[in-house]
């Protein structure tokens, strides 16, 4: 009787587990998320892709400036090397901003690290905007270099948000939310920047004007949303706030387990202050964990999208389209990778992180090799270039299915709660590292091999994919404790040495420690020196 009535209470437990995750959308959960991505990682993504439209109409606004002071024009080489700074600094500054979020978010929250970087945001607009004006270059490269900064800062703080305020049952679709606003931006960019909105000599600076009314957006609503109720609750020890934020975002009253679940973690962690990144590498029970970040941001960046968007506008005149026509056709792209980033949110809770990330870099290896194929014999094949088409948006598409966008979810599903700044400044450092490092060499890599370049970024999607075969547990639905014993066998430690290895500050007794956490955290105070 009881092996007949299993299966029927199975089918219960799992009826209730897909009700339960549908409720944790809750209204605060969605405008958080929303209201986050919209205000960062959207002007990530347009500031990546605004500058393409205009580069004509900005390269004459510096010949002209540099003609008014100097009596004379610029000659070809300084032109290029000051719309090349202008372009590449926008990673220098990401990379200032990667540093300093650890001591930002640690100080100030989660939540009100995102208020606060809008002030670099409106900051970045106004230079650039106003540069035109003002007959000032200057301007506009200061501009990218602050917009490089919010956007080096928003990238680490929103995922450790988005990681911290979701359930573990949604917590693959919320985090995809960073990718997907990602690739709305890149697309909004290349919409304003048509003709007949801003694309125009005398409307450009409209362009890095409009990156106010995001910034703008989210100051105005985001500061009437909760904190990360994690980081209220390990960090600030404040029980009744974390309580608080933990019933809007879930929108229930009963969060008792949750509040458990982060008391578990809590236990271990209490004596602990804030991991620094020297501390962090040498942590020998998230040595992997480590090493899958860096492999997953290196690919990231370094999985050759870059090529793809230097090589459309070509591929398109060969395929025949009308040059006045190509504008609109490069809209496709972004169509696709906000679509393919749409895919991937919806389908990561079902399919998993490791089959996309997996699957999006072995996808990218074919497409690279038919595409170098087609690249190649275009010359003699009519039919080639719109291969050469297929295979461009097919690659962007496998990007952003699992590549665009996990990379960012994993580094908060690997870390707990004071190593979390420590890893995404890792994180944050390898990837503006490696956006540098391919806007340097690319057009070397390029004049060197031509259209074979394509076959140094399959490599590199292949190593990714292999790497990640091996070694990338499946992290669906489990929590810090789960994936660490998932990597605590490579770690070559037992679930004991990894708290000791995390937490080698002296302890007190269990017991006392629990009556003196729970006091604190009741009455909401914050010790000081412990994090």
């Known amino acids: 009787m009881d092996g007949a009535a299993r299966p029927e209470a199975d089918s219960l437990v799992l009826r209730?587990?897909?009700?339960?995750a549908a409720a944790n959308w809750s209204g605060s959960l969605i405008v958080a998320s929303l209201t986050g991505a919209f205000g960062s990682s959207f002007l990530y993504g347009y500031n990546l892709s605004v500058v393409n439209a205009p580069a004509g109409y900005i390269k004459k606004f510096y010949n002209e400036t540099w003609e008014r002071r100097y009596g004379f024009s610029v000659d070809e080489g300084t032109l290029t090397l000051l719309w090349s700074i202008t372009v590449s600094i926008f990673a220098i500054g990401g990379l200032v901003g990667a540093i300093i979020v650890t001591p930002i978010v640690k100080f100030f929250g989660r939540k009100c690290t995102l208020v606060l970087n809008n002030v670099f945001a409106v900051t970045a607009a106004l230079l650039m905007s106003l540069s035109s004006l003002a007959g000032s270059f200057e301007m506009l490269i200061l501009g990218r270099i602050i917009m490089g900064i919010d956007a080096g800062i928003s990238l680490s703080a929103l995922p450790m948000y988005l990681s911290e305020i979701s359930p573990k049952q949604i917590r693959g679709s919320l985090g995809q939310v960073t990718a997907i606003f990602i690739c709305i931006g890149v697309f909004t960019g290349q919409v304003l920047g048509l003709p007949e909105i801003f694309g125009q000599e005398s409307r450009w600076p409209f362009l890095f004007g409009a990156i106010i009314v995001p910034s703008l957006?989210?100051?105005?609503i985001l500061p009437f949303l909760p904190e990360s109720p994690r980081y209220l609750l390990l960090e600030k020890h404040n029980r009744s706030q974390a309580?608080?934020?933990?019933?809007?975002?879930?929108?229930?009253d009963d969060v008792s387990q949750e509040i458990e679940e982060v008391l578990a973690e809590s236990r271990v962690q209490r004596n602990t202050k804030l991991v620094s990144i020297v501390q962090l590498l040498r942590t020998r029970a998230v040595r992997w964990q480590i090493v899958t970040v860096v492999v997953t941001m290196g690919c990231y960046q370094l999985c050759g999208l870059n090529a793809i968007w230097y090589y459309t506008n070509n591929i398109f005149s060969e395929s025949g389209i009308k040059h006045e026509t190509i504008p609109y056709v490069t809209l496709s792209t972004g169509a696709v990778e906000t679509l393919a980033a749409v895919f991937s949110g919806l389908v990561i809770e079902r399919l998993g992180r490791r089959p996309l990330l997996i699957g999006g870099f072995g996808l990218m290896v074919v497409f690279?090799?038919?595409?170098?194929?087609?690249?190649?014999?275009?010359?003699?094949?009519?039919?080639?270039p719109y291969l050469s088409i297929f295979c461009i948006l097919a690659i962007i598409a496998s990007f952003c299915i699992g590549p665009g966008g996990i990379p960012f979810v994993l580094?908060?599903?690997?870390?707990?709660?004071?190593?979390?700044?420590?890893?995404?400044?890792?994180?944050?450092?390898?990837?503006?590292?490696?956006?540098?490092?391919?806007?340097?060499?690319?057009?070397?890599?390029?004049?060197?091999l031509q259209t074979y370049c394509f076959l140094v970024f399959?490599?590199?999607?292949?190593?990714g994919a292999t790497y990640l075969f091996f070694v990338l547990p499946e992290t669906k639905n489990k929590t810090f404790h789960e994936i660490s014993q998932a990597f605590a066998k490579r770690?070559?430690?037992?679930?004991?040495?990894?708290e000791m290895n995390h937490y080698p500050a002296e302890r007190k007794s269990s017991a006392e420690q629990e009556s003196n956490f729970t006091s604190s955290a009741d009455n909401g105070e914050s010790k000081k020196g412990i994090v």
């Not at 209730?16 to 339960?20: L, T």
Request: net charge positive.
């Open 491 to 498: 770690n070559k430690v037992t679930l004991e040495m990894q």
């Open 368 to 384: 690279f090799a038919v595409l170098t194929v087609s690249l190649t014999l275009q010359n003699s094949v009519h039919w080639l």
């Open 458 to 463: 399959a490599a590199i999607c292949f190593a």
């Open 16 to 20: 209730a587990a897909g009700g339960a």
């Open 243 to 252: 309580e608080k934020a933990f019933q809007r975002f879930l929108g229930k």
């Open 217 to 220: 957006i989210q100051a105005v």
């Open 411 to 448: 580094t908060g599903e690997f870390f707990q709660q004071s190593q979390r700044p420590a890893a995404f400044m890792i994180a944050g450092t390898v990837n503006w590292l490696s956006n540098f490092a391919v806007g340097l060499l690319f057009p070397f890599i390029q004049a060197g």
